[in-house]
């Protein structure tokens, strides 16, 4: 019911300054303390009151009356629920009684003010009993200034709360944004694909053409001498040789169709965790009839404690077998091709060398296109490299040349690490 205010009460005039004197003897001492505490209770911070069974309000003390705004002789004719909002008087025996059986209750309530003004209040309420008569007395503390700070607390999470709700719309919209962004994006580069795809068609279609004219009138010369021959018993050689030549260029044909079909292909390819050094071996072994006939040693130096790396092995083997016999067909008799691994930054690179002729800088440059061959004199397609080039970029990796003529070349593949390889090789370090 109270709040703090200056000693002065206008309303309940007291003597503020008065000071009791010590006791002089026990006596005196005695008769000091009950004056002494009626003062203190009298002039203290918070209100206080005691209640009659019936309601009445038997005392108050100078903060009550301030706070309520009533004199002293006006409030000790009220009852307890004419100020205090909590309390109802039908229900006041139902109060008294719960009071009286807990012994003693703390509870918020409003006190009403003289001018009808409602505050909010802190109330602790004792039962007592006292030379044979029962009394409620209690204390009460506003707690407005309390109310009004959890106020502006609630309001500035309110404000808080709806400014986070503010910022997560902006946040999704933005993010709806950047979504339709990259699917326009990821749709303009499936289009420029698709653009590259055709053009890259029209390419091959255009090498297709070219590479398989010259076979292609060959075997026509060829049927056409067979034909003429052939009503003359003693031209059989000039068929036997015509049909050779039909035989060679259709070979021919047979291989730049398979050629063209691996390079043309738009399937992704099936990768899974394999052993690099395994996959070289079987390389090298399928281009061991090459490597005899023309007595040249392959020496394979792959690491023992490679990580396994994701790829679809029989893709890979055929980039391996390209490269090895390249190497092979380039190098002199007796002479030697290498093949070795070295780490490389997230990954693993694998050289394939010779000792060879070299290429020239001209031609290293166009070694990667397609139907592009420096061997037109050994029935090479032009296109191994072209799909080993192929092959590789779906691995995500890189294939590069180098070249000195008269010395030799060396072909680089560097494949990456897939994510658990790359774990392992951490953990290994």
């Known amino acids: 019911m109270a709040h703090p205010h200056a000693d002065s009460d206008p309303i309940c005039p007291h003597q503020a300054d008065w000071v009791p004197p010590p006791p002089t003897t026990p006596h005196e001492g005695q008769d000091l303390a009950p004056r002494f505490a009626q003062f203190w209770i ?16 038997l005392y108050v003390n100078n903060a009550a009356c301030r706070s309520l705004g009533y004199t002293r002789e006006e409030l000790l004719s009220m009852y307890v629920y004419d100020v205090d909002a909590g309390f109802a008087e039908q229900s006041w025996a139902e109060h ?7 012994g003693a209750i703390s509870r918020e309530s409003e006190h009403r003010t003289k001018d009808g003004r409602l505050f909010p209040v802190e109330m602790v309420a004792d039962f007592l009993e006292y030379e044979g008569e029962q009394y409620i007395c209690a204390l009460a503390h506003d707690i407005t200034g309390q109310r009004h700070a959890e106020e502006a607390l609630r309001l500035a999470y309110d404000a808080v709360e709806q400014r986070v709700q503010q910022r997560t719309a902006e946040l999704a919209q933005a993010n709806t944004r950047l979504r339709a962004e990259i699917a326009e994006r990821e749709k303009t580069e499936e289009a420029l694909r698709q653009t590259q795809r055709l053009v890259a068609v029209g390419t091959l279609a255009a090498g297709i053409a070219h590479e398989i004219n010259n076979p292609l009138s060959a075997i026509m010369l060829s049927a056409d001498i067979a034909a003429a021959a052939a009503g003359n018993p003693g031209n059989d050689a000039v068929v036997k040789s015509a049909l050779e030549n039909i035989s060679v260029s259709a070979r021919r044909c047979s291989q730049i169709v398979r050629g063209v079909h691996q390079f043309a292909r738009n399937k992704e390819l099936q990768k899974s965790p394999c052993d690099l050094g395994e996959v070289v071996q079987n390389a090298t072994d399928a281009a061991g009839e090459a490597a005899s006939e023309m007595g040249v040693h392959v020496e394979i130096d792959i690491g023992e404690d490679l990580p ?18 390249n190497a092979i067909q380039a190098s002199d008799r007796g002479s030697s091709v290498s093949v070795r691994s070295e780490a490389a930054a997230d990954g693993v690179q694998v050289f394939v060398e010779d000792k060879g002729c070299g290429v020239k800088a001209g031609e290293l440059e166009r070694i990667f296109d397609p ?5 037109a004199d050994d029935g090479g397609t032009g296109l191994g490299l072209s799909i080993s080039h192929g092959i590789v970029r779906e691995h995500g990796g890189t294939i590069h040349a180098e ?27």
């Open 96 to 102: 008294w009684q719960n009071i009286k059986l807990r």
């Open 308 to 325: 396994r790396l994701p790829m679809a092995p029989v893709e890979m083997q055929q980039v391996f077998t390209n490269l090895i016999l």
């Open 403 to 429: 070249s000195t003529p008269g010395k030799g070349t060396s072909m680089r593949v560097v494949l990456p690490m897939g994510d658990r390889e790359k774990t392992e090789c951490s953990a290994r370090a």
């Open 371 to 375: 139907f592009y061959t420096t061997r």
């Open 42 to 57: 009298d002039h203290a911070r918070e209100a206080a009151c005691s209640i009659a069974p019936d309601g009445r309000i």
